[in-house]
């Protein structure tokens, strides 16, 4: 193998090593397989174009070209012409799927789920895109070093969105495909060099002497990734460094310690709101008898940073039998034993297990720890809801308003900890939530009132069109426009909860889901939700409802207070057929024999969703690729052919004119015969491009006699041809041949002489169908002729035995 093919093999390799950062992000990971078939053949272009040889910037549009027509192929083959050559139509695809990337990056947590189209496509035009920037660098302008920025490039984006977890592999991965790109193009310039640092070899009682430069390299280089990766544990203002498996992500990863620090959830909830169609997330089963409370609460947000909420960190530990009870909660208040069955879809990858709240075990398979304070499930190392089916005991808690409204203070530290309001946050949540409840005697009257403020007295609209909003004035711009969805709804009472002193936080989860013929509930992607929960002593957290149309107020909110001046309303409710979708549901009142006829428009499918269309396998993408790559390079074959032939005759008779014939030049008569002949080869095919057919009876004196008459060429051009023919009658009569210098130059000079005096349909086909090229087509009829014939001696030499002769 050539120095500069290695080279292209290892830029490949490093390319791809460094995508596997990439693997933690979309799950499954076959697409690596996909990208790296198709990189392979946008190397092999490089490889090839740089062996005809192509000038450096046509070498980098070719291989542009053919990733182009790569992505077509596998992503707009419907849009495209003839399935591989993109138009309009692909390019406004294109543009689509981007979009929609964009969108289901912002949706789906880590790993999206390989299902969408514009997650594959910026995943596999970005490796490709990568890949060509270190094939440019790298191998076709010999630089490797430089090509180091893209790879780091593409390493940097992957660990910026990854959990960190595997980090340090990653990054090992990495980087020793970044040495072995560098090892490559120091062995190629080394070898350049001649033996000039070759190894000595051991001799006994003798010291060893010099090492080869390549081997000590990667003895360098294996020093210095385990010097990267070991360092900074030494170093405890680094946090750990790489090996640290328990700075971040979920878990210690051995006993029943270790912190978490969640992602906030509320990035896609918006989304999942705005979806075309409603994609069944969960399907549950349950033996309560009112769904109107089954809210699966995902995580609880109980920091607040002035301008959103965000989980805290927090410590978790192992997955007890029994859940303790909850914190706050009385013997007292009437409490049901709930069991629910749920399964989770195949696609739906969660890290937090949605549960009714509070739960009180769990039984579920996997990797998985608890979180004590917001008595939730986080998965450990990677696990994922993804097709999970588990079983919750849950209590469904029955407060009465008077519960609610005799508790006592609870305790300093909780209600420090929860009612916490950074000064950031405008005065006017404050003033709002004292107006709203002026005259209340009790903190629960107060949430009452908070509630009823949004979901009824306040004139708040419901629009989920409208942007979450950042920093400070977020709920200051809510309170004034009233206009928002849920995540603003719960994020204003719970700040003006806290305001009042009443301890709050958010919770994360979904709404109650659409109930089935089949007795099971569905629950969708449009109905994640957001809904406070504030703290009452003797009762624990309790959720209240302020988001219009959305789920059900609880009953312990509906009755009269005492002292409460607001009259009864009725309020938005989620019973057992009603629809908690983002919108007032068209299946309100749905019966069980409807929904069988499938009269109900919102009514999901109580089975396991059906997947989305992952596109074709990556070995039927490949052989598309192959197809569509020789449908293009088949055509271009003479092209490739003719440049090459033209590239090594020329090359080489420059190689020998440079050496001479002397006897200490190193070259023989023979040889330099044979270049000079190349090189007259060489002019009459460029002149048989251009039209003038060769006739080998005549003499190389009269037949360049003749190209310069039917070419009519110029004396410069004409003194040039009969340079090269007086260069062939010397090396094939004369007693002492001689190399020529300048031949090559003279069929340049007569090739640009040819080009000047034709047509232009004349040039285009010396360039892209050649009349020369027909001699490779002989050479392997030639070739053909002579392995037969070879074939054929081999056979009559091999002894027969005698008829009728037989061996024991």
């Known amino acids: 193998m050539s120095g500069r093919a290695r080279l292209a093999l290892c830029a490949w390799a490093a390319t791809l090593m460094a995508s596997c950062a990439l693997l933690p992000l979309v799950d499954p990971a076959t697409w690596i397989l996909q990208a790296a078939v198709l990189l392979a053949v946008q190397t092999g272009v490089g490889a090839a174009t740089r062996r005809v040889p192509l000038a450096r910037p046509l070498t980098v549009a070719a291989q542009a070209l053919v990733t182009l027509m790569l992505?077509?192929?596998?992503?707009?083959?419907?849009?495209?012409?003839?399935?591989?050559?993109?138009?309009?139509?692909?390019?406004?695809?294109?543009?689509?799927?981007?979009?929609?990337?964009?969108?289901?990056?912002?949706?789906?947590?880590?790993?999206?789920?390989?299902?969408?189209?514009?997650?594959?496509?910026?995943?596999?035009?970005?490796?490709?895109?990568?890949?060509?920037?270190?094939?440019?660098?790298?191998?076709?302008?010999?630089?490797?070093?430089?090509?180091?920025?893209?790879?780091?490039?593409?390493?940097?984006?992957?660990?910026?969105l990854s959990d960190g977890g595997a980090d340090w592999l990653w990054f090992l991965v990495a980087a020793a495909g970044y040495l072995m790109l560098l090892l490559a193009e120091g062995r190629e310039r080394l070898s350049q060099w001649g033996r000039v640092f070759a190894t000595v070899p051991r001799t006994p009682g003798r010291d060893s002497g010099a090492v080869a430069p390549v081997r000590t390299g990667r003895r360098i280089g294996a020093v210095a990734l385990g010097i990267a990766l070991a360092v900074p544990l030494a170093l405890p203002a680094m946090n750990g460094g790489l090996l640290d498996g328990a700075g971040t992500g979920v878990g210690s990863g051995g006993g029943s310690g270790g912190t978490i620090s969640a992602v906030n959830p509320l990035v896609s909830l918006r989304d999942s709101l705005n979806v075309d169609s409603d994609r069944q997330v969960l399907s549950l089963r349950t033996n309560s008898d009112d769904i109107s409370n089954l809210y699966l609460r995902i995580v609880s947000l109980d920091d607040f940073d002035g301008s959103t909420w965000k989980p805290a960190k927090r410590h978790i530990e192992g997955v007890p039998d029994e859940f303790p009870t909850p914190a706050g909660l009385g013997a007292d208040v009437r409490r049901t034993q709930i069991l629910t069955r749920i399964t989770a879809a195949d696609w739906y990858a969660q890290d937090w297990l949605p549960m009714p709240y509070p739960p009180s075990g769990v039984e579920i398979d996997g990797k998985w720890r608890y979180e004590p304070v917001g008595m939730t499930l986080v998965g450990d190392h990677g696990q994922t809801t993804r097709g999970k089916t588990y079983l919750v005991k849950s209590l469904g808690v029955e407060p009465t308003a008077q519960q609610l409204a005799e508790a006592p203070e609870p305790s300093a530290e909780l209600k420090r900890e929860y009612t916490k309001l950074p000064d950031s946050v405008p005065a006017v949540v404050a003033r709002t939530a004292r107006e709203v409840t002026d005259g209340a005697t009790s903190h629960y009257e107060q949430a009452v009132r908070l509630q009823d403020y949004f979901a009824v007295t306040g004139g708040f609209d419901y629009d989920t069109r409208v942007q979450v909003g950042t920093g400070p004035q977020a709920i200051a711009r809510f309170l004034k426009d009233r206009q928002g969805f849920c995540v603003h709804f719960s994020f204003a009472m719970a700040a003006m909860a806290r305001s009042l002193g009443i301890p709050a936080r958010v919770a994360v989860g979904f709404a109650p889901g659409t109930p089935q013929a089949d007795g099971s509930v569905s629950v969708g992607l449009k109905d994640a939700h957001a809904w406070p929960?504030?703290?009452?002593?003797?009762?624990?957290?309790?959720?209240?409802?302020?988001?219009?149309?959305?789920?059900?107020?609880?009953?312990?909110?509906?009755?009269?207070?005492?002292?409460?001046?607001?009259?009864?309303?009725?309020?938005?409710?989620?019973?057992?057929?009603?629809?908690?979708?983002?919108?007032?549901?068209?299946?309100?009142?749905?019966?069980?024999e409807e929904k069988k006829l499938e009269a109900c428009s919102s009514a999901l499918p109580a089975g396991p969703t059906q997947k989305d269309d992952a596109g074709p396998p990556w070995y039927r993408i490949g052989g598309w690729a192959l197809l569509g790559l020789l449908v293009v390079a088949v055509p271009l074959l003479p092209m490739v052919w003719r440049l090459r032939r033209r590239s090594v005759r020329l090359a080489s008779a420059q190689h020998a004119a440079s050496g001479g014939v002397e006897p200490d030049a190193g070259y023989a008569a023979e040889a330099v015969a044979g270049h000079v002949l190349a090189v007259w080869r060489e002019l009459v095919d460029t002149a048989w491009d251009y039209g003038i057919v060769p006739d080998d009876a005549l003499t190389p004196r009269k037949a360049a006699a003749r190209i310069v008459r039917l070419g009519q060429l110029d004396p410069t051009a004409a003194e040039s041809v009969h340079r090269v023919a007086g260069a062939v009658e010397q090396v094939l009569f004369a007693p002492r041949p001689q190399a020529v210098p300048g031949l090559p130059d003279a069929v340049h000079r007569m090739r640009a002489a040819l080009r000047s005096r034709v047509g232009r349909t004349t040039r285009v086909r010396a360039v892209l169908a050649p009349r020369s090229a027909v001699r490779a087509l002989w050479e392997l009829t030639d070739r053909w002729t002579a392995l037969k014939t070879r074939a054929a001696d081999r056979w009559s030499t091999v002894p027969r035995r005698p008829s009728g002769q037989h061996t024991n």
């Open 533 to 592: 929960e504030l703290y009452f002593e003797g009762v624990g957290w309790t959720r209240f409802e302020p988001t219009p149309n959305r789920g059900s107020a609880p009953s312990y909110t509906q009755t009269d207070t005492p002292g409460n001046s607001l009259p009864d309303v009725a309020r938005p409710s989620q019973s057992a057929g009603a629809s908690a979708s983002a919108e007032p549901s068209a299946s309100a009142g749905c019966g069980a």
């Open 71 to 160: 992505l077509t192929l596998v992503f707009a083959r419907a849009q495209a012409v003839a399935g591989f050559v993109p138009g309009p139509e692909a390019f406004r695809h294109f543009a689509d799927l981007l979009r929609q990337g964009a969108d289901d990056i912002a949706r789906y947590a880590v790993p999206a789920p390989l299902t969408s189209a514009g997650i594959r496509l910026m995943l596999i035009g970005g490796v490709l895109v990568i890949g060509l920037a270190v094939d440019t660098v790298a191998v076709t302008f010999r630089s490797a070093a430089p090509a180091g920025l893209p790879l780091l490039a593409l390493y940097s984006v992957a660990a910026g």
